[in-house]
């Protein structure tokens, strides 16, 4: 028989008093949080000054939203960094439920352009879409923390698992359980339509499986089959006009291409290497649809040029690396897939976006996160951060007190040989006096 290893639940309450202590990594993470998303705010005003007084009559209109949703992101931030992990894991089940009932109440709401994406209550918009992300990450880890880790050899007979137990464990508990709830998920995103959600949210939970080890090698040939899918539809993507209008504008015939995508490259190549100096975009004069959102990042490449692109992507690759780090150090297995659920989510937007934005990627609606304007996502991804505040803050202290135990160990060992060595020069000595007697 395999042998399965099982922990007993902890007690916790809702909030912790005391997550731990600060690590300096974590610092350096949340100092490259705030350098990002100071200069997000600043580009964000820079593309938006001109769009905000021609469209409303007010040239702070974006900025203001924005920095409203940042304070309230910052207060979900504090507040999610100290509810304690296990509470939220207790939510997993109500949460996705939840989840589904909103993304259902969407399908009736009023189309924006063809899609229904966003409820509207008490003044507010909600994208959906950004709610089912994060509870995908936090269902996802949940349930392939909950698989029970597989050992290779008995134990007790000291004999190989059977292939068919490993199998089992892989293949179902590892792999296929935990990607059951996000088809359903993915269905009703189909019917909004919302491609890149789908695409995000999907690539999300796919790489929470994978860096977790959720199935070994296993879930690579799912991975592999999964690109042979969507290479599949794309070759037969013309029965579904939504897909067909945005495959067609993927080209490197500028008369072919989609408005956005040719003013964005327009703004990329005005840029060159220093940029137009910031505020002098001219792409910005609603030239470039959606320049304050998802072609934000064609702003900063005409305004900043290629040294401002640089900046971004090496903030970003900095801020990605510290928080994965985190991830793995974290104190056990589930903190470490909701860590690295966290931080895919953000490389997955950042790569969709510049490779939107560049024409490498068909165009789509992926926001780049912290500079695009968008209350939901931006409080959304603050409360995620304050979720990595508090993985990273328990993480410290269970090393702290891994180091503080093998201290004790090694002290406790150091301690019993010297007590042996004491006792064998007392024997030594008393052989040597019977000796001289």
Not at 2 to 17: C, V
Request: charged share 15%.
């Amino acid at each position: 028989m395999a042998t399965i290893r099982r922990k007993k639940p902890e007690p916790f309450a809702l909030l912790q008093r005391d997550p731990g202590p600060w690590s300096p990594i974590l610092l350096y993470w949340l100092a490259t949080l705030g350098i990002i998303i100071v200069f997000g705010l600043v580009m964000l005003f820079s593309a938006s000054y001109t769009t905000g007084y021609l469209r409303f009559g007010d040239s702070l209109h974006f900025i203001r939203s924005q920095v409203l949703c940042l304070g309230l992101g910052v207060v979900a931030m504090a507040l999610f960094s100290y509810i304690d992990y296990r509470f939220l894991r207790k939510l997993v089940w109500p949460g996705y439920l939840l989840c589904l009932v909103l993304l259902v109440l969407v399908l009736f709401s009023t189309p924006l352009n063809g899609c229904r994406r966003w409820i509207s209550f008490g003044g507010f918009t909600v994208q959906v879409s950004e709610i089912a992300k994060f509870e995908m990450i936090l269902l996802t880890a949940h349930l392939a923390a909950k698989a029970p880790r597989l050992e290779k050899l008995d134990p007790g007979s000291n004999r190989r698992v059977p292939p068919s137990v490993w199998l089992y464990q892989r293949l179902v508990r590892e792999l296929i359980v935990p990607l059951l709830p996000l088809l359903l998920v993915l269905a009703l995103l189909v019917l909004e339509p919302h491609m890149s959600g789908i695409l995000l949210t999907t690539a999300i939970v796919g790489t929470i499986l994978l860096l977790g080890g959720s199935g070994g090698i296993i879930t690579w040939g799912c991975a592999g089959a999964a690109l042979f899918l969507l290479e599949t539809l794309l070759k037969h993507v013309d029965s579904i006009d939504y897909l067909q209008s945005r495959l067609d504008g993927w080209t490197q015939d500028l008369d072919r291409m989609t408005s956005q995508t040719k003013q964005s490259l327009y703004a990329i190549g005005s840029g060159g290497a220093t940029g137009l100096g910031l505020g002098n975009s001219i792409e910005k004069q609603l030239w470039l649809p959606e320049s304050t959102n998802d072609f934000i990042f064609s702003v900063v490449c005409e305004e900043l040029g290629f040294v401002g692109a640089v900046i971004v992507i090496v903030l970003f690759v900095l801020f990605l690396v510290q928080g994965f780090w985190i991830a793995f150090h974290a104190e056990n297995r589930f903190c470490t897939l909701v860590g690295i659920g966290i931080m895919a989510q953000i490389a997955w937007q950042v790569f969709c976006n510049i490779a939107v934005v560049t024409n490498t990627l068909p165009n789509t609606g992926i926001s780049l996160p912290f500079f695009s304007s968008g209350g939901t996502s931006l409080i959304l991804l603050l409360a995620e951060m304050g979720v990595m505040v508090n993985i990273g803050r328990n993480g410290e202290r269970a090393a702290q007190q891994r180091e503080q135990m093998r201290a004790q160990r090694e002290a406790a060992r150091a301690e019993r040989e010297a007590e042996l060595a004491r006792k064998t020069i007392d024997l030594a000595s008393a052989r040597a006096a019977r000796t001289e007697q």
